[in-house]
């Protein structure tokens, strides 16, 4: 599964105001409930917390990828806050502290939730995001975009150099 299969552009927060893990994660997940694409936006946003407080899921790289599968092991994640698959990103010029192990500050967050049902989408998605970051260029040019169709290009322009 592509990130582009699944982020569209009304997915994509490109400054975010936050300076903190917990308010980062709670304005990306405002943003995509402003989508319609939540159920639960509380459920989703517990879900996602308390993921982060078993694990740091910072990144070496500049980036976090908040995520959760819901309705699983977590007994306070027990929700329907998605239906499907779904995905945001939040951009940050200033970089947030998630307890990344060589202390980068994530400028790129991928926050990602899944239903149950959706484990190996929910897998191979987590893995699609990180090879990505693996690509020359990529989060600087995701730093430098100045609108969502912009981020949607470099994607694109990355998952095509991946697939090469």
Sequence with gaps: MLLSQVLQTEDICLNLKSSRKIDAIKEIVDHIASTGKIVDKVGLFQAIIEREELQSTALNCGAAVPHARIDAALARARTDAVRGIIMALGISQQGIDFDAPDNSPANLIFLIAAP????????????????????????????????????????????????Q
């Design 116 to 163: 149950k049902t959706a484990n190996s989408e929910y897998i191979h998605l987590l893995e699609h995001v990180c090879k990505l970051l693996e690509v020359e260029g990529f989060r600087e040019k995701m730093l430098l975009a100045e609108h969502p169709g912009q981020v949607m290009q470099t994607i694109l322009a990355g998952e095509t150099t991946m697939q």
